[in-house]
């Protein structure tokens, strides 16, 4: 490695260094250190750092140079790759990564090496990273139509969802396909999460039909739990019964779009029914907790959209009680009182402090991941702004209405940002000039293609 020895030899040359003195610094063997510059010995990752930080230098200030004259001008060797992938991880030198990894998967050798370290960074929470080799080895075998494939596909497309409904729209439609080739296990996961994608952005038909082909698929695997060996790993994140319940949750979810509320109610008995489980784990009751909450809430919920106005103190006490449940309770609680003209101030002065959370860091986020919220809050905004408005509380309405446009812009909901512009121009009058300039500062963001 030509370059970095050059770099050493001129350092300890300019600094005044012998070899000796340097190899005490860096705490490596003098001999080691007197090969490497020599060109006899390879440098290993580990005595690279430990030479770097004796130079004080910044950690991975020679891996571009290390990457290029290891693998790429040179035959890569896994024992070197390796540690070498997992420290451009931890440091964030993504763009080395991807350097490095187009030129050696053009050798199909390192493919199934890739594709662990890929797993491994993945489970790491290092996703960025993750990525660029998920989506290296999918190239590499895009012809083989193999469970390998279809994983890989599935790991990108959890990795490539953003707060844009049409990223998302494109992820969903590319990993669909690949579906029904992972392991009939994973594919309950698979389904789950793409059925949660498509809800966000409101496609309630592709809902219904991967809500019910979940129920089908997590039937089936219910029944032939019993003949699995006792010590199978199990490959689903949650027990078997949770997708059968949460098939169902969806499909009340798809019915509540469409407020066929008496259907919300008969499907919400039927998750809650499913998570009647004898002898439940300490995992088991946790889910059913989960789904027992859930279920009282979307009771409250459609009642509420049914017109009794009743139980709004029931379901005040019970979001109270669950505070990830707060943003969709006031969803629900807003559009109710639009709908039949409540009266609901004092909910709002009661959960005051709590509703100034929202949209910021110290919102309790509970299992919603950052696309369900900010869907939510979406609808939330709106919903409280044409409640301030229909009270006469014109600023206080147009600012919630700003809000949502701000946020439904950034998204590209297109639909969302009509309303929202519709309502605004309906009461534009009442603007007051900060608003006016807000509002036009977020007109002026919008592009053509959210239309």
């Not at 260094?17 to 001999?31: E, H, M, P, T, W």
């Not at 990752?45 to 030479?51: E, G, H, P, T, V």
Request: with cysteine.
């Amino acid at each position: 490695m030509s370059n970095i020895r050059s770099f050493i030899e001129d350092y300890l040359k300019n600094e005044g260094y012998k070899l000796q003195q340097f190899s005490r610094i860096a705490d490596i063997n003098v001999g080691t250190l007197s090969a490497i510059i020599k060109g006899t010995r390879l440098i290993s990752m580990n005595q690279l750092d430990q030479i770097t930080s004796a130079m004080g230098l910044e950690q991975g200030y020679f891996y571009e140079m290390y990457g290029v004259e290891c693998f790429i001008e040179s035959a890569p060797h896994w024992r070197r790759l390796e540690p070498f992938l997992y420290r451009c991880a931890e440091l964030g030198k993504l763009d080395i990564i991807q350097q490095v990894i187009t030129h050696v998967t053009d050798d199909q050798s390192y493919i199934d090496e890739l594709f662990d370290v890929a797993e491994s960074l993945f489970k790491k929470s290092m996703n960025e990273a993750a990525l660029i080799l998920y989506e290296c080895v999918a190239d590499s075998e895009k012809y083989q139509h193999s469970e390998r494939l279809a994983l890989c596909q599935y790991r990108i497309f959890l990795l490539h969802k953003t707060l844009s409904k049409f990223d998302n729209l494109n992820a969903a439609v590319k990993f669909e396909p690949y579906i029904d080739k992972l392991n009939e296990e994973v594919q309950l996961d698979a389904i789950k999460d793409l059925a949660n994608v498509y809800m966000t952005i409101h496609l309630w038909d592709k809902v219904d039909l991967w809500a019910r082909e979940l129920e089908r698929k997590a039937e089936f695997q219910l029944k032939i739990q019993s003949r699995r060996r006792k010590n199978k790993r199990r490959l689903t994140a949650y027990p078997l019964f949770t997708y059968v319940a949460y098939a169902n949750l969806l499909i009340s979810s798809v019915y509540d779009a469409r407020k066929e509320y008496e259907n919300v109610l008969k499907y919400t008995e039927k998750y809650l029914e499913i998570v009647e489980v004898g002898n439940p784990t300490q995992e088991d009751q946790q889910i059913i907790d989960l789904f027992r909450g859930w279920g009282e809430g979307n009771q409250y919920a459609s009642q509420l959209m049914l017109g009794q106005e009743n139980v709004i103190d029931s379901y005040l006490d019970y979001i109270e009680n669950n505070p990830s449940e707060i943003l969709a309770g006031f969803v629900n609680i807003l559009q109710a009182a639009n709908q039949y003209s409540f009266n609901i101030d004092f909910a709002l002065d009661r959960f005051k402090n709590q509703i100034k959370l929202f949209n910021t860091d110290m919102h309790f986020k509970g299992g919603y991941n950052d696309q369900m919220l900010n869907h939510g809050y979406q609808d939330f905004y709106y919903e409280l702004g044409y409640y301030q408005i229909k009270q006469r509380n014109y600023l206080l309405g147009i600012d919630a209405l700003l809000m949502c446009l701000d946020l439904s812009s950034s998204s590209k909901d297109d639909l969302m940002c009509i309303k929202c512009l519709d309502l605004y121009g309906e009461y534009r009058s009442e603007a007051n000039e900060t608003q006016i300039r807000r509002y036009k500062n977020v007109v002026e963001k919008l592009s053509l293609p959210t239309f």
